[in-house]
């Protein structure tokens, strides 16, 4: 039985390394760095998109607060002039623009918090894309040295099979 297990698990692991070496990680390693860099690109590209809708928030913060000070404005000279009509109309725009202001402020605060954790995201997928482009790079280079490795010992082999057979000669000769 023991001898049934052992022939087994020896099995599995040639089987192992047969698979390993089909496999080929250094192009799964590849794609992972490719998918990797794509969703640092998406990333980065969600980014710009929120700088572009705080910058958006920015101005309509500008028109509301110039809105503001022209109703303030206007409501000096309609309630000097007596003019509650016109003053209260002024109010109820005056009230739905500080509405919408603070709504746009909500807007901005929340905005600027999805920025800090993209940003802070981003930062981390760098390194660790960095960090697998570096092990990408010493697997292709680790490669490259066991392939001219085995192609330099198959060339030291040759001459040591004709050395061999040279000195094999020299012994059949000689007896």
């Known amino acids: 039985m023991a001898l049934v297990t052992r022939l087994t698990r020896l099995f599995q692991a040639d089987f192992h390394a047969v698979l390993d070496r089909i496999e080929e990680p250094d192009l799964q390693l590849r794609q992972a760095v490719r998918e990797m860099q794509f969703a640092l690109d998406h990333d980065r590209q969600r980014l710009k998109l929120l700088q572009h809708e705080v910058i958006q928030l920015d101005k309509a913060k500008e028109n509301a607060s110039k809105a503001l000070k022209d109703f303030d404005e206007e409501l000096d000279i309609c309630i000097s002039a007596k003019k509650d009509d016109l003053a209260r109309d002024l109010i109820r725009r005056k009230l739905v623009t500080e509405k919408q202001s603070q709504a746009i402020q909500q807007q901005a605060e929340t905005l600027d918090s999805q920025m800090q954790s993209l940003g802070k995201q981003i930062d981390e997928q760098s390194q660790q894309l960095t ?9 292709v280079s680790d490669e490259n040295s066991f392939s001219t490795g085995i192609s330099q010992i198959d060339a030291i082999r040759n001459e040591e099979i004709e050395i061999a057979l040279l000195r094999e000669k020299g012994r059949r000769v000689k007896t």
């Open 131 to 139: 960090s697998m482009k570096q092990k990408l790079e010493l697997l």
